[in-house]
């Protein structure tokens, strides 16, 4: 996968579109990522004994990864790779600047 755990992105479409965040967490079994702050949904939490009331969390819930972009200097940009020295590293297309 091109986008991992700890970089920055920007959703590209879908109702949070513009939107930017952290990735938190990358589900690469199912194209899947979880942005901090992103496609953020209310759950109803039951009570449970001991914990007391019930009570409504916000949850940060998976996005499709064809639907954000990295983000390079508040920009959105493709990634790509190139091999310098021995090892494989992420370039940003726009710029060049690796991540």
């Known amino acids: 996968m091109k986008i991992k755990k700890g970089d920055n992105i920007i959703v590209i479409t879908g ?19 979880i942005v901090q702050g992103v496609n953020v949904v209310k ?29 390079v200097s508040g920009k959105k940009s493709r990634v790509g790779f190139e091999v ?6 992420r370039v940003a297309k726009k710029g060049g600047k690796t991540i």
């Open 15 to 33: 109702k949070d579109k513009g939107k930017t965040g952290s990735v938190e967490r990358v589900l690469p079994k199912k194209d899947l990522v």
């Open 84 to 89: 310098k020295g021995d090892k494989k590293v």
């Open 43 to 71: 759950k109803h939490q039951k009570s449970r004994k001991g914990e007391g009331k019930g009570q409504m969390v916000e949850k940060a819930m998976p996005i499709h990864i064809s639907n954000v972009a990295i983000s």
